[in-house]
């Protein structure tokens, strides 16, 4: 099927990753429970212990089936604890020579509980989320269908065919061991933009194949749920990203456990962008004191929109296959609201430089203002392709009326849906927490338990 | 780092927390992030932002109004010399105006500021800029010759109880600078009475009637041309007059997207409607397009009606709101005599609706969604 995302909005930043792979050197590994949304981590190792690929570091308190897996062979250097004793990162001290992969015997797993059981055990069982909520889904619930976005259309976002260059079988066969494990009837879809080379994607057998259109969100798979199979209460659906697949796949067909992935490095502030090959967690202080001249710039693990801040622990995040560095802005301007402004970058049209057609903007992480309430009220719904009324929900959100939350439709969208309208907005309202928060409201409220 | 950046570093301390200037610290704010863009980086959400923020807004709106700002000083002293008889260039009719203006934007910004800066004290929050444009507003829709201590204290009542009771900026249900022109109207009717309310030279030696005034008590035949009355040559407050101009600041404002468009296009509907139909039904001597030419019929749909806090929130729900607004400014017109400019009633009117009319639309979109969402799993 083919669909036309109309409203949305494409930020054009300099600093897209050239065609080049290279394989970085680090001898450590940062391993963050943070990444996964609302996971309660129960360590599994302590400082000392001799770790290899697949061996669990921690789980879940609430079902301790649900394991993250060490990403490298190595010993535990340290368990950082923050705040209330909560785990903060797992750090792991790792040899280059034995990096990357573990050898099995090819496993045959018979039917859905075993693909489950060998995905759980092995680690491979966070690649799954599951919407509404983002997080990690239940291992004895199936969803109504599992979406697969072929491509990512966020600022700067790699192409995933690049991100799967030579893992084509890999990703068909984790395409068919995910069909095997959500059950024959139960769909997949993938979900691929319209007017690009999907030669890899088109050739899976037996999915569900649909075309998008438009600027960003389209690529978001919130989006594409919301498109070809909204969620209702109650009902859930399955999402995992390509590279994952692919790495679930390389399990099934040759027994290899290995949670090596691609990962782009953009943004204008790199001397030279491209890939790197690094298992999730590996530390990337070597890259960033190579590429990065200027001190004062952010990195970020994930795009400019929906990314976190790389701080303490140099490492991207779990479900990224992205890192922006951007300048730091925070410059002050004279009387900067009253200019023309021929270099300012808007979705309104209030600077000159709208009325010139200018098209690319050096970005930088001012705020640009001061925070205020909501006052413009039409902007949202100009980034906002859902049928949903985005004030509405966020000012439900806000005041915690879990009711109205439910019926404009919560259950659809993700922090990340309201990513255009928090740039786009001049009260500088933090939609994403706002929405988030209202998530995990929501959560406790069906889980019966008090925040 | 320029000279205001080390000033502005060098007093920030004398308005920290524990210093007996702190009760000044929202109006040290102000001044600064008046001077110079925010310091502020994101920390939560997405990296970039967009440069546009309320300051911005603000002041596209000011300058949409400066057209109409501008037209109405000059037509101010054109009036005044005019019903002088006497004979006078371009710069000393603008001047004559500017010196009426002054005073009264004066006196607004004072009062206005004081009292959002003393709330903004105790509430611990920025100074808003929504007041700016409410300040801008309130002179251009006063009469030029109304007391100064009027202006200010419905000024500070507006702020007030239209705005600061409730919240603040973004919370206000009413258009603030409406609800300082309804105090006058209602609390000195004496001094402004209902038909001579947007007369600019009550105080000067010959009266000039608005044309308003003149058609809702049947003097047709004294009426300016429909040239006049779009060019804007005739009696009336600052703003309201010339119809070219305020048609500018509508273009300014429609292009830049500040306003919303759907809000001025049914509230011109909804007016030309009513006033061809009631015309038509032998109600009124005045057709529909000279309903809009008159008073502030065109001022209030541009600059009044699209306010974004007062006006509906959905998309749907402001086609009804301005198609209201429009009937009922006519219908207040043309029915009661006694006040013939129904824009502001009707403006606020809906004001207080639009909560309403909002409910409905977001109820409806929830049923439409609950039979989409059941449609959908029929076809799958």
């Known amino acids: 099927m083919e669909f036309k995302i109309r409203k949305g909005l494409d930020i054009r930043l300099e600093g897209a990753a050239t065609r080049t792979f290279k394989r970085p050197d680090t001898s450590t590994c940062f391993v963050r429970p943070s990444d996964f949304r609302w996971i309660k981590p129960r360590p599994l190792v302590q ?14 308190k609430e079902d301790e089936r649900i394991i993250v897996a060490s990403p490298v062979n190595g010993t535990v250097r340290e368990i950082v604890r923050g705040e209330r004793r909560a785990i903060e990162c797992l750090i792991i001290d790792t040899t280059p020579a034995d990096f990357f992969f573990r050898q099995y015997s ?18 491979l069982w966070p690649f799954i989320r599951q919407r509404p909520f983002s997080t990690i889904p239940n291992p004895d619930s199936r969803p109504k269908a599992l979406f697969i976005s072929c491509f990512d259309s966020a600022p700067l976002a790699p192409e995933t065919a690049l991100l799967l260059k ?4 890999e990703f068909y066969e984790g395409v068919r061991i995910l069909q095997q ?17 999907n030669g890899l994607f088109e050739s899976v057998k037996s999915v569900h194949l649909h075309y998008f259109k438009g600027p960003h969100p389209a690529g978001n798979v919130g989006t594409q749920i919301h498109r070809i199979e909204p969620i209702d209460k109650g009902e859930t659906v399955w999402f995992v990203q390509p590279q994952d697949v692919a790495t679930i796949g390389r399990f099934f067909l040759n027994g290899v456990l290995s949670f090596e992935k691609n990962v782009a490095f953009t ?21 960033f004191q190579e590429e990065i001249t200027d001190e004062s710039v952010r990195k970020i693990s994930g795009n400019i929109l929906t990314g976190k801040k790389i701080e303490q622990f140099q490492t991207v995040r779990f479900y990224d296959s992205q890192v922006t560095v951007l300048e730091e802005g925070g410059r002050r301007e004279l009387i900067g609201w009253l200019l023309p402004g021929f270099k300012k970058w808007s979705f309104s049209h209030t600077f000159v430089a709208w009325l010139f057609g200018k098209k690319t903007f050096a970005h930088d992480t001012t705020l640009h203002g001061g925070r205020r309430n909501f006052v413009m009220t039409d902007v949202y719904e100009k980034v906002f392709p859902f049928e949903i009324l985005p004030t509405e929900l966020l000012k439900a959100c806000i005041t915690k009326d879990i009711e109205m939350m439910e019926e404009l439709g919560i259950y659809e969208v993700d922090d990340e849906d309201f990513a255009l309208c928090e740039v786009v907005c001049p009260s500088k309202t933090e939609c994403q927490k706002i929405i988030r928060d209202g998530l995990y409201l929501l959560k406790m409220e069906l889980e019966g338990k008090k925040l | 780092m320029n000279i205001f950046e080390k000033i502005g570093k060098k007093l920030e301390p004398t308005f920290e927390k524990g210093k007996p200037l702190h009760c000044l610290y929202p109006l040290y704010d102000a001044i600064d992030t008046f001077l110079l863009t925010p310091k502020e980086v994101t920390s939560e959400g997405s990296h970039i932002r967009d440069a546009v923020d309320m300051k911005r807004i603000m002041i596209t709106v000011m300058i949409a109004l400066c057209p109409a700002l501008f037209f109405g000083m000059w037509n101010l002293g054109y009036q005044h010399f005019l019903s002088q008889g006497m004979e006078s260039g371009f710069w000393n009719c603008l001047l004559y105006g500017f010196l009426k203006w002054l005073p009264l934007v004066i006196v607004t910004y004072v009062s206005g500021l004081t009292v959002e800066i003393i709330f903004a004290h105790k509430r611990g929050h920025q100074v808003a800029e929504g007041f700016f444009v409410t300040g801008f507003i309130i002179p251009m829709i006063m009469p030029p010759d ?17 705005k600061e009771v409730f919240g603040g900026t973004g919370y206000n249900f009413l258009n603030p600078a409406l609800v300082a022109r309804a105090f006058v109207f209602f609390a000195y009717p004496s001094v402004i009475s209902g038909d001579s309310v947007w007369i600019s030279e009550s105080a000067d030696a010959i009266s000039g009637a608005t044309p308003l005034a003149l058609a809702m008590n049947g003097s047709m035949e004294q009426m300016p041309s429909l040239l006049d009355l779009c060019i804007g040559t005739i009696p009336g407050c600052i703003g309201e007059t010339s119809k070219i101009a305020i048609l500018l600041g509508a273009i300014i404002l429609i292009y830049t997207q500040v306003a919303n468009w759907r809000i001025m296009l049914s509230v011109v509907v909804g007016g030309l409607v009513t006033g061809a139909l009631l015309h038509t039904a032998g109600m009124s001597p005045v057709t529909g397009w000279e309903h809009l030419l008159m008073g502030g019929f065109l001022f209030g749909a541009v600059f009044m009606a699209t306010d974004p806090v007062t006006a509906t929130h959905t998309e749907s729900g402001k086609y009804i709101y301005g198609l209201l607004i429009g009937i009922l400014a006519i219908v207040i017109r043309v029915i009661n005599k006694g006040y013939p400019e129904g824009m502001m009633l009707a ?34």
């Open chain 1, 47 to 60: 400082s000392g212990d001799t770790v290899e690929i697949g061996s669990p570091l921690f789980c879940s």
């Open chain 1, 106 to 123: 090819v496993p045959q797993p018979k039917d859905s509980r075993e693909i489950a059981d060998l995905m759980l055990a092995n680690g």
């Open chain 1, 166 to 169: 030579g893992r084509e079988d």
């Open chain 1, 181 to 197: 494990l959500i059950g024959d009837e139960n769909k997949i879809h993938l979900c691929m933009r319209k007017e690009a080379d």
């Open chain 1, 267 to 287: 943004g204008p502030s790199l001397k030279n962008t491209g890939f790197y090959s690094m298992p999730y967690g590996a530390d990337l202080s070597s890259i």
């Open chain 2, 146 to 162: 109304v007391p100064l201590w009027m202006v200010a204290i419905a000024t500070a009542f507006a702020v007030l109880f239209a």
């Open chain 2, 347 to 380: 403006i606020l009117l809906m004001n207080i609706f639009a909560p309403l009319i909002d409910y409905c639309v977001i109820h409806i979109k929830i049923r439409k969604r609950k039979v989409n969402i059941s449609r959908h799993k029929i076809k799958l």
